[in-house]
């Protein structure tokens, strides 16, 4: 039986979400994560909310946000962000940057250190693609990634290095073999990533509005996907600070849909989607 406090939603019906406390979730995220939620995403909004709220036995999201705004409540303000951030990703997306880096790029590293940062790595393929590719074209030379998501639960995920078949199957059937491991019994239908290339491979929470707090530099960095979500002057905040975390000379991947444009920046165009600090 249901208790019919006021404090506590029907299990089946849905929480209704008010269009000012949608534009209180807006807020939120934006002013925490620098994304820019459309008014079309109202519903997908309170859809993913709608199992915490009753998880946390609120009757209202108005409740919920009142509940995120004490100061305690670090942990659930991240849980929230977590809830919203989309995190679609798969193995080898957008191949040609990875063809790029390989066969235009690396020659130029072999027998040197190469520093890599995956910023906005999602649950890992990326960064796991990106170790695949630097082991083709550099052996298991001086190199390293680090990747950061701004999602906790997705670096867990990132640390975890297991992932269902399917995300690996545009892959290189070679890399597959050589880089993967075949999950079997309770992991049977899962690849694990060979722990050779994990331990090349350090995983952190970040906030892309703020620096690198370690002040770590990089010869690569890849943000693809990402600056499509944030208004102009957050991608300044943002561009300013990856900038400031290449190496002259450096390069920057962003996504084919993605460009530069409206921002103040020293980078040059490469090709499309790939742009270079000046050596001066």
Same mark, same amino acid.
Not at 52 to 77: C, K, M, N, T, V
Not at 243 to 271: C, D, I, N, W
């Given at each position: ?45 309170? $859809?993913?909310?709608q ?8 009757? $209202? ?9 004490a ?53 890992g393929?990326?960064?796991?693609t ?6 083709e ?33 545009r ?12 999950g ?26 703020r ?62 989607s ?7």
């Amino acid at each position: 039986m249901l208790p019919t406090t006021p404090d506590v939603a029907p299990l089946l019906d849905s929480i209704p979400l008010s269009e000012n406390d949608f534009e209180r979730f807006r807020r939120f995220i934006h002013d925490r994560a620098g994304i820019s939620l459309t008014p079309h995403k109202r519903q997908m909004v309170s $859809s993913r909310l709608q199992r915490r709220l009753r998880q946390l036995g609120l009757h $209202s999201f108005s409740a919920y946000l009142d509940y995120i705004a004490a100061p305690q409540q670090d942990q659930e303000r991240q849980h929230l962000i977590d809830l919203l951030t989309t995190n679609e990703t798969y193995f080898y997306r957008e191949p040609a940057h990875f063809e790029f880096l390989l066969h235009d790029i690396l020659p130029a590293y072999r027998g040197q250190s190469l520093r890599v940062w995956s910023a906005a790595c999602s649950s890992g393929e990326e960064v796991y693609t990106l170790a695949m590719v630097l082991a083709e074209g550099l052996g298991m030379g001086d190199w390293q990634i680090f990747g950061s998501d701004i999602s906790t639960r997705m670096i867990e995920a990132a640390r975890e290095g297991v992932y269902p078949l399917e995300r690996a199957k545009r892959l290189p059937a070679n890399w597959l073999n050589q880089y993967c491991l075949k999950g079997v019994r309770s992991q049977a239908g899962n690849l694990l990533i060979d722990p050779h290339l994990k331990a090349r491979v350090h995983l952190e929470q970040h906030n892309l509005k703020r620096p690198l707090h370690t002040g770590q530099k990089f010869d690569v960095i890849f943000l693809r996907n990402v600056m499509i979500y944030f208004d102009v002057p957050t991608k300044q905040v943002v561009m300013d600070h990856l900038q400031q975390a290449l190496y002259p000379g450096g390069y920057l991947f962003l996504s084919h849909v993605e460009s530069l444009h409206s921002l103040k920046t020293t980078l040059e165009m490469v090709r499309p989607s790939v742009f270079r600090k000046p050596l001066n």
